[in-house]
């Protein structure tokens, strides 16, 4: 999750884009390879695992604050420690959800999120069998409430999973109520101020393009 996982501004303006959506494949599979027993990791070892080139793994790993050794690699416990520090997922982001249906419902049901920094406090919608109960323990609130709720909740960043045709209305409410951040799972791409953070994640332009794929191959 990127320029949403925290990172400062400072390094976001000198880290290129490919390269943050790389540093986390890198996490995972040195956090593998330390279950294994393995105490050192080199960017060939990371290369075999993830399928990305071992002087790009060089590369990206040069924007953050750890040097290997020579013939040895780096050393598994500082890198996952500064990997995690750098990608913002030591501290904790509290965050609010738009729309409680499907892919709302599954997202508060999901505590993994919170090991990657990302902690959803509280749900909006406006569907009656969900106002005033909770989901994995976190509250559903009437969508009205949202401003009122913002002055309770120390919150900066907007998980949006409404249906297309609210997506920005309530992108616009989530603004002007203060978030500075939105996680957008809608297929619509909403518009916002310059200052305002947006990570688009549609999981049907991922279906698309694998669907587009698997067609190209088997008429190959």
Do not use: C
């Not at 106002?131 to 907007?158: A, C, W």
């Amino acid at each position: 999750m990127a320029e949403e996982q925290g990172i400062h501004n400072k390094e976001l303006a000198k880290v290129p884009e490919p390269t943050l959506r790389r540093l986390p494949w890198y996490l995972s599979n040195v956090k593998l390879l330390k279950q294994r027993g393995e105490r050192y990791v080199s960017s060939t070892q990371i290369s075999k695992g993830t399928n990305i080139d071992a002087s790009q793994i060089a590369k990206d790993l040069s924007y953050v604050n750890i040097s290997g050794r020579t013939r040895v690699g780096y050393e598994i416990d500082a890198l996952i420690e500064v990997l995690e520090s750098f990608l913002g997922f030591t501290d904790i982001h509290k965050a609010f959800l738009f729309g409680v249906g499907s892919l709302g419902g599954a997202l508060l049901q999901d505590s993994g999120l919170k090991h990657f920094g990302l902690e959803i406090v509280a749900a909006f919608d406006i569907n009656p069998n969900l106002i005033g109960t909770k989901l994995n323990d976190i509250p559903i609130y009437h969508s009205d409430t949202f401003l009122e709720k913002m002055k309770e909740y120390n919150v900066q960043i907007g998980v949006l999973t409404v249906p297309i045709e609210i997506a920005q209305p309530i992108s616009d409410k989530m603004i002007e109520g203060g978030i500075k951040a939105i996680w957008n799972f809608t297929p619509f791409r909403i518009r916002v101020p310059e200052n305002i953070v947006v990570q688009n994640t549609s999981l049907y332009a991922h279906l698309a393009v694998m669907f587009n794929r698997l067609n190209f191959n088997e008429e190959k």
